[in-house]
C-alpha cells in the first residue's frame, strides 16, 4: 500500500526545503524511524526521519533541488509495487474517495493532517491557533504566560502569550486579527506541537463545538456544514456535549467533580498533580476564582492527622519530606540530548596542565587600557579559535554518511541557568578581538539568565568551551555537543609549587580537558591542537600578532 511522503515542514517558519542528502535510494527497506533524507531549511539542516515502514519505491526531489512544504518528495510502500497513476496525478489520488484499497490509504494518511487547518468547516471568521513550532528540535511547549485574556481584543502583531520552549521562553505573537475566544492550556500548561492553544474570532462567537471536536482529535464536525456557515454554528455547538472532556479544555475551568459538598472546581493541572500525589480531591480547598482548585493548592496541600491517639502513642524521630519539581522543556531536551551523545559518540579525554603566569600578566596589563576588560575564559576561547582553523580536524562534524570540515569558526560558549545550560554561539571567533568576545560572552550570559536568546543565537556551533574554574573546581569532563566533534573543559587557576629552571617557585597553573569524539578525531590530532593552544595560552601575546 502505497504511502506518499510530502516535503515536511521543520521549522516554524520553513515554506519549503533543500534535500541536502538522501540516506536510503530508491529499492531500500525503510523501517519506521529510519533516517531518510537530510533537509536544509531556512534555519539548518535537518534529519528527516520515516513514520512509514516498506520499500522506497520513488524519490521526488534529487539532492540539491528545493520544493515546496507539502509537495511530493517521496513514496514508499511494497516491493514491486506499480505507482504509476500516483506519480501522473498524485493529487487526484488523494481528492479520490471511491479509490482502491491502497488510494484509501493515501486519502487517511495526507487528509488528517489537512483537516487540522481547514478552516471551511468551522464557523467562518474563526482562526484556531496550535502550538507553535518555535524551535527547530521543539516538541512541546509550555505557557509560560497570556498577556491576552479571553474577551481581549487581538491586533496582527500582539504577543497572544509567552511559550517556554525546550531552549528559552519566546514572546508568541498573533497572525491574525479578532477577538480571543478560547484558551486551550491555562500558565503553567504544556502541550505538544500543533495541539489547540487559542481560538480567535469575531466577539460573540460560539467556539464550544470546534475546542471538543479538536481535542476530540478533530476540527470538522460529524456532517459537512451548510453553505449558510455563520447560521450552522449553534449546531455544532450542541454536538460538542458528546465529548464527556470538553469541560476539561473550555475556558470555563475543569469538568466539575461531584463529593460531599457540592461541586468541585479544579484545573487540569492540579488534578493531575493531586492524581500524582495521591491526594484525595474532596480534600483541597481552592482559592482561585469562585473557589476553584489551583496548582497552588495542591502544593500547599497538608494531610491532616487522621488519628490524634495513634498519633501520640507513636511520635516519630523524623518526617520523609521531599519537593517535585516538573521537568522543563530545556531539562527534557539537555538529558535526550545528552544521553544520545554520551552514548552514541566515542568519547575520549585529554588532559593537560598549562602556566597561566603569563597569561594573568597580559591580563592585568590588557584591562589598564580605559573601558576594557577581558576575563581568563575570553582569553581561552579566543586562543582556541585561532587553534581550530590550524587543526580543521578538531573543528570538524560527524554526520552518518560524512564528515564536514569547517573551514569557519563558531565557538559555543557553555552557560550554566535556573533550568540547566545553554550553549550561545560567538560566531567567527577567530576573527574578533578579545575584547569583543568578552562583551559577547557577557551579553549572551546576562540574558540566557533572563530566558531572552533566541535560537539562532544557540545554534551554529564548531566546538564548546565550557568553563567551571570560577565555581573553584580544578578540572573536570565534559558531554560533547553534537554533530561537533569536541568540547573543551576548563578549571580553576590554582597556585601551587612549580618547577621552572630547575628551581621550586610559586606559579599558577590551569588544567583543561579535551573530550574529544574517536570518530573524527584521533588521539594524536587531539594531541596537536593542545599543543598549539598551550602555545596561544602561555603567551597570549602571540595571539595579537
Not at 574529544?516 to 595579537?544: I, S
Amino acid at each position: 500500500m502505497a504511502i506518499i511522503v510530502n516535503m515536511p515542514r521543520l521549522s516554524d517558519t520553513m515554506e519549503e526545503g533543500t534535500v541536502a542528502s538522501w540516506l536510503k535510494k530508491v529499492g531500500d527497506k525503510v523501517e519506521e524511524g529510519d533516517i531518510l533524507a537530510e533537509i536544509e531549511t531556512d534555519k539548518a539542516t535537518m534529519e528527516f526521519e520515516s513514520f512509514n515502514e516498506g520499500t522506497l519505491l520513488h524519490i521526488g526531489v534529487q539532492e540539491g533541488e528545493t520544493t515546496m512544504v507539502d509537495e511530493l518528495l517521496a513514496i514508499i510502500g511494497d516491493e514491486g509495487e506499480d505507482i504509476s497513476a500516483l506519480l501522473t496525478n498524485p493529487s487526484a489520488a488523494v481528492e479520490t474517495t471511491t479509490a482502491d484499497e491502497t488510494t484509501e490509504d493515501v486519502v487517511e494518511a495526507e487528509a488528517e493532517p489537512v483537516a487540522e487547518t481547514n478552516s471551511t468547516e468551522i464557523p467562518e471568521g474563526v482562526i484556531v491557533i496550535t502550538m507553535p513550532r518555535l524551535s527547530d528540535t521543539m516538541e512541546e511547549g509550555t505557557v509560560a504566560s497570556w498577556l491576552k485574556n479571553i474577551g481581549d481584543t487581538v491586533e496582527e502583531g500582539d504577543i497572544l502569550a509567552e511559550i517556554e520552549t525546550d531552549k528559552a521562553t519566546m514572546e508568541f505573537e498573533s497572525f491574525n486579527e479578532g477577538t480571543l475566544l478560547y484558551i486551550g492550556l491555562k500558565e503553567g500548561e504544556s502541550a505538544n506541537v500543533d495541539d489547540l492553544l487559542a481560538i480567535i474570532g469575531p466577539a460573540g462567537t460560539d467556539v464550544s463545538g470546534v475546542a471538543a471536536n479538536f481535542s476530540a482529535g478533530t476540527t470538522t464536525a460529524a456532517e459537512p456544514a451548510p453553505k449558510e456557515t455563520p447560521k450552522a454554528a449553534p449546531t455544532v455547538a450542541k454536538e460538542a456535549p458528546k465529548a464527556e472532556t470538553v469541560t476539561v479544555a473550555t475556558p470555563v475551568a475543569a469538568a466539575p467533580v461531584s463529593n460531599t459538598t457540592g461541586r468541585l472546581h479544579i484545573s487540569p493541572l492540579a488534578r493531575k498533580m493531586a492524581e500524582d500525589k495521591g491526594i484525595a480531591l474532596n480534600q483541597l480547598v481552592g482559592s482561585g476564582e469562585n473557589g476553584r482548585i489551583i496548582k497552588r493548592d495542591v502544593e500547599n496541600f497538608t494531610p491532616a492527622v487522621a488519628n490524634s491517639v495513634s498519633a501520640a502513642k507513636f511520635v516519630p524521630t523524623g518526617q520523609e519530606d521531599f519537593e517535585e519539581i516538573k521537568n522543563s522543556q530545556m531539562r527534557k531536551t539537555i538529558a535526550k540530548r545528552l544521553g544520545e551523545s554520551k552514548f552514541s559518540a566515542p568519547h575520549y579525554y585529554l588532559n593537560v596542565e598549562f602556566d597561566m603566569d603569563n597569561a594573568m600578566a597580559f591580563r592585568t596589563q590588557y584591562n589598564t587600557v580605559p573601558d576594557t576588560k577581558i576575563s581568563f575564559n575570553d582569553i581561552i576561547v579566543k586562543a582556541c579559535a585561532l587553534a581550530l582553523r590550524q587543526h580543521p580536524q578538531v573543528n570538524s562534524q560527524w554526520f552518518a554518511d560524512r564528515m564536514k570540515l569547517n573551514n569557519h569558526v563558531h565557538v559555543g560558549v557553555a552557560v550554566a541557568v535556573e533550568d540547566g545550560l545553554v550553549v550561545p554561539v560567538v560566531r567567527f571567533a577567530n576573527e574578533q578581538s578579545l575584547p569583543q568576545i568578552g562583551a559577547a560572552v557577557r551579553d549572551f550570559a546576562g540574558r540566557a539568565r533572563n530566558k531572552k536568546l533566541t535560537p539562532q543565537e544557540m545554534d551554529g556551533s564548531t566546538f564548546t568551551v565550557s568553563n567551571l574554574g570560577m565555581f573553584g573546581i580544578e578540572s573536570f569532563t565534559s558531554i560533547i555537543n553534537q554533530p561537533n566533534s569536541a568540547i573543551l573543559s576548563v578549571g580553576a587557576i590554582v597556585q601551587k609549587p612549580v618547577v621552572k629552571n630547575g628551581q621550586v617557585v610559586v606559579g599558577n597553573t590551569i588544567k583543561l580537558t579535551l573530550a574529544c569524539d574517536h570518530r573524527t578525531v584521533d588521539g594524536a590530532t587531539g594531541a596537536q591542537f593542545l599543543q598549539t593552544l598551550k602555545g596561544y595560552v602561555e603567551n597570549p601575546v602571540t595571539m595579537l600578532v
